[in-house]
């Protein structure tokens, strides 16, 4: 039989200390699966039910040595604030709703964090979810968060099922779509148009005396977003008098790999392509790796332009021109919006923080 080492076995006394420290501080050990309650804070602190009450969630009415005394018992005994309860009595919670397609993609990380620090500095708190890409989960983790009472929602999608967009109306609560601007949203949008900026992107390359401009893009079918770049796209391709040929245009799997794929492709079909579009950065990366692989110039036979501007775009040989996309400033206006709302206060049906459009040497 393995004998425990020094370590376990000091960690095992010092877990069987703590335990009889929080059953001590509640005047009898817990029965199993039952936490430690409010009565044994109060009996750890020496005070009534109701004084640790209001210290936790009216610390106005109660001292500051009393309510001292009250957080030094509930450090000691462990004690966790029901929040359950209190969503219960109030019929919503202090958490909102996040919903992405992934994350995986760490273009959704700026606005996350520019959710979770306006919600933070208010006191609410954020649950972040993934959808998977997917409108039926998307619907699912609507419906198991407003079972949840959240007292509002954000989603990096403006396209949802029936079944989802009832379910948002019904709820009464701030509903914030991200990732494009819909004609019509379900509350709020507070976003940029990928369709301007694609077709801002596709009309300075023509500007830049680029002819055979090709455009890169996921799934158009499925992805909402990238449908709408190739609508700007090609109404830039109108605008600056250019041939459409279904040739230059490309739809991919998101990864490096798929971008460099699409790459040698689009070089070996139609070799009098002069300028590449990708309507996301991954594609793009893997586009560069290509064509330093082959020894293909960049600018010089192949222009390259991104949708968006990841640092390592910003940092390549050479670096890529890029469109920026205000990220942060959308997390956080976005969680400002949800904010007003809450208060009673006015927010604009659509919020568009437009975008940039990075010169540098791939074009």
Partial sequence: MKTPSN???????????DASARADAGGKRRPSGQGVRMIDVADAAGVSLMTVSRALRQPDLVSAETRKIVLDAVRKTGYVTNSVAATLASNRSNVVGLIVPSIQNS???ETTKGIADVLRASGLHLILADSGNSLEEEEALVGTMLSQRVCGLILHNTDHTARAVTSMENAGIPIIETGD??????????????AEASSAMTLHLARRGYKRIAFVSLDTKTNRRASERLRGYLAAL???????????IREAAPGIASGAEVMSQLMKVTPAVDAIFFAGDV???????EAQRQGWKIPGRIAIASFDDLPVLQHSVPRVTCLRLPRLDVGRRSAQALLDRLQGLDAPVHLNLGFEIIQREST
Wanted: without cysteine.
């Fill in 7 to 17: 370590t376990s076995r000091q960690r095992v006394i010092r877990d069987e200390k």
């Fill in 107 to 109: 273009l959704y990380a």
């Fill in 181 to 194: 601007i819909p004609a019509d949203p379900i509350d709020m949008a507070v976003s940029y148009s990928n």
């Fill in 238 to 248: 109108k605008s600056a008098g250019l041939r459409k040929d279904p040739r230059l």
């Fill in 283 to 289: 594609l793009a990366l893997g586009a560069l790796f």
